[in-house]
């Protein structure tokens, strides 16, 4: 066993238990898995392994810049109304000022729905709710009354689709 208090050669990393015992000891330096060693010569930083050469949206050193007044290009929008890259997975249309994500269904389009319609239930068809909707129709929209009270609840925003999200405007 060696002297605690004597100097040990450097491990590069902690050392855990007893000064002198441990796995690497009288090994030689390893860089770990993936990591590149130090060269004070290089110009410019190496980035971390597995990330691009030039991160995107970023010039290298040196380049000129773009002109005051020329757009940045972002990314490729998406096609038939289709959030594009960049958006938000969970909640690709949109968050409410509650950070809770939008519907697929428009407020709109079910509220005319079920007031022009609503004494069929094609509203709540339209929105999921297919037992109200079966229910509408057999009773013709509680003649017409209950057609009418959900078409306002539906455009004032008070009806969620069935999965608690509210409705897009």
């Known amino acids: 066993m060696t002297d605690p208090f004597s100097k040990q050669p450097e491990q590069g990393g902690p050392q855990y238990g007893a000064p002198g015992t441990g796995p690497q000891y009288g090994q030689p330096q390893q860089q770990p898995y993936g990591q590149q060693s130090y060269d004070p010569q290089q110009s410019q930083p190496q980035p971390f392994p597995g990330q691009p050469q030039q991160p995107y949206g970023q010039q290298p050193y040196g380049q000129p810049q773009p002109a005051y007044g020329q757009p940045q290009p972002y990314g490729q929008p998406g096609q038939f109304g289709q959030p594009g890259f960049g958006a938000d997975p969970e909640a690709p249309y949109g968050r409410d000022m509650y950070g809770v994500p939008y519907s697929d269904k428009s407020k709109l389009t079910a509220g005319l729905l079920q007031l022009l319609i609503g004494s069929l239930g094609i509203g709540r068809f339209y929105l999921g709710y297919t037992t ?21 609840l539906i455009l004032t925003g008070k009806v969620p689709d069935p999965q608690g999200r509210p409705l897009k405007d």
């Open 132 to 152: 109200i909707g079966v229910l509408q129709l057999i009773t013709c929209g509680g003649f017409g009354v209950w057609a009418l009270i959900d078409a306002i």
